[in-house]
């Protein structure tokens, strides 16, 4: 335990911020540490081993405030939702102005904004820091993306910087904007998890009726060797090799398919939605994981139409190119999000930036995210990560075998929502004229809505449509 007042506090510490406050401690920076369990104080003191030489446990909120340097940072580690607001508030009677405090949780972005505006008015600072890794990440060098006031980040970048992963030498933590800006980037990139563990999820479905998991393990393993390289892709081929020791059976077919979901999914879309935007596999993979909690209505389903009985598989070179094209699309699509975001909020988010601090440490990072910060880097238009020169190109060699993939699905019964949602994207937007004519013509036959003429200026024409 150190004597001297800690440079930062932390907190929480459940998994993620006993790890993040090990990582804090290990970099070198004394800090404080505060559970509204005590009990989880001691077991965390335990678990610190020689580490507790620069750590300050303390049980009260005022101790924990006591014992850091003003003016203060404290990280908040704790379970999102009312936790946060409750915790603000025991640490805000103890607080001098100009202490900051810092939400390293998924909180929902709009949270953030409003805790950081009412902080703000008291004369307090208010960090939103996105915190992805995983229990690993925290404790080795998690992605870490931040907003809040730039002036209060300077005075814990180094720290920040310090507990970050790094790729090639480059740490993986920005300051990305004001207030909400680091937990929506954050929001977006699990919105990205959430569809790539989905497309992963489709082409083990496709391949796994006629191969074991062991050979399939090796499938994902020589993928990973190539453009899909990712830390999804590399677990995909762990996960597969893996026995379960109870049943003597793969660990993959003894384990429940119903995923579960804490929220940032279900953000993303509805912060999509109303930014007038459709990260369609992103959608699809919100919904695959509803449809697949609810185990007894397909139970249901399966004794009223049959499943389908497995068919041959389409080739495995077809699926490696098919998911390449589906993840180009899903991220793109995710950071045409981002890019929507950064002009309602007027953030001036620096989309190159964010692609290079997911490079490591992060649950999506992958080879990828290096090609898309270069593509960033330069003038993309639009910001559809599609239409820039390096991703045209591989999209124009690996969409056919998107569309063999989807259609052999199809064919199959076998579903691949996120696959077909990402081809459906494609495919509408290549197309100068789509089918929205009709729909305007619709809108105008029974609400007089009016349409814009390929002819004539004006969005107020209407028909002479028939009664
Ligand atoms: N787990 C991950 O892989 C992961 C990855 C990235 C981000 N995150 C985010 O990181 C945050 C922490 O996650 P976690 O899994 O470590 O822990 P968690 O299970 O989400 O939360 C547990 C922590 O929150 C505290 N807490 C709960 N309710 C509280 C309240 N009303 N007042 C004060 N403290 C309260 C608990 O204190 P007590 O001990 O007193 O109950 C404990 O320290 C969450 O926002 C999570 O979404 C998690």
Not at 368 to 381: M, S, V
């Amino acid at each position: 335990m150190s004597d001297e007042k800690a440079r930062i506090g932390l907190v929480g510490l459940a998994v993620m911020g006993a790890n993040l406050a090990l990582n804090i401690a290990e970099k070198g920076f004394g800090i404080a540490v505060y559970n509204r369990t005590a009990a989880r104080v001691d077991t965390f003191m335990q678990q610190a081993g020689p580490l507790a030489e620069a750590i300050t446990p303390c049980t009260r909120p005022e101790d924990l405030v006591a014992a850091i340097q003003p003016p203060r940072a404290i990280i908040l580690m704790v379970k999102a939702g009312a936790p946060v607001d409750e915790t603000i508030a025991a640490l805000l009677p103890h607080l001098s102005p100009g202490d900051m405090l810092i939400d390293a949780g998924n909180a929902d972005f709009n949270d953030t904004r409003r805790r950081a505006a009412a902080l703000r008015e008291k004369g307090f600072a208010y960090l939103g820091m996105g915190v992805s890794g995983g229990e690993d990440g925290a404790r080795h060098g998690p992605s870490i993306m931040v907003g809040g006031p730039a002036g209060n980040y300077e005075m814990i970048r180094d720290v920040v910087e310090a507990i970050a992963a790094r790729y090639r030498g480059d740490p993986c933590a920005a300051h990305l904007g004001p207030d909400g800006a680091g937990h929506f980037v954050k929001t977006v990139h699990n919105g990205i998890e959430y569809a790539d563990m989905q497309l992963i999820a489709e082409a083990y479905g496709l391949l796994r009726a006629n191969q074991t998991a062991a050979r399939l393990s090796e499938v994902f393993a020589n993928w990973n060797a190539g453009p899909l390289n990712s830390y999804l892709i590399e677990i995909t081929a762990k996960v597969l090799s893996v026995t379960d020791p109870q049943s003597g059976q793969p660990m993959l077919d003894v384990i429940v398919d119903a995923a579960g979901q804490k929220g940032t999914g279900r953000w993303t879309v509805i912060e999509a939605l109303k930014l007038g935007q459709s990260p369609s596999t992103i959608e699809a993979a919100v919904a695959a994981r509803s449809w697949s909690a609810d185990r007894g209505a397909r139970d249901t389903g399966q004794g009223l139409f049959g499943a389908p009985p497995a068919g041959a598989g389409p080739l495995e070179a077809d699926l490696e190119s098919a998911l390449l094209a589906a993840r180009i699309i899903a991220y793109g699509q995710g950071f045409a999000l981002l890019s929507a975001a950064s002009e309602q909020f007027d953030w001036s988010l620096d989309l190159a930036r964010v692609a290079e601090i997911w490079r490591a440490g992060c649950i999506i990072r992958s080879g990828l995210l290096d090609d898309i910060a270069t593509a960033f880097r330069g003038t993309i238009p639009h910001d559809e990560l599609a239409f820039a020169p390096a991703f045209a190109e591989w999209l124009q060699r690996t969409v056919p075998a998107l569309r063999r993939v989807v259609a052999h699905a199809v064919q199959e019964g076998q579903p691949v929502p996120a696959m077909s949602a990402a081809l459906s994207w494609f495919d509408t937007m290549r197309r100068a004229r789509g089918t929205a004519n009709l729909i305007q013509a619709q809108r105008d036959f029974f609400g007089a809505h009016g349409f814009a003429r390929l002819d004539a200026p004006g969005t107020a024409h209407h028909g002479d449509w028939p009664a």
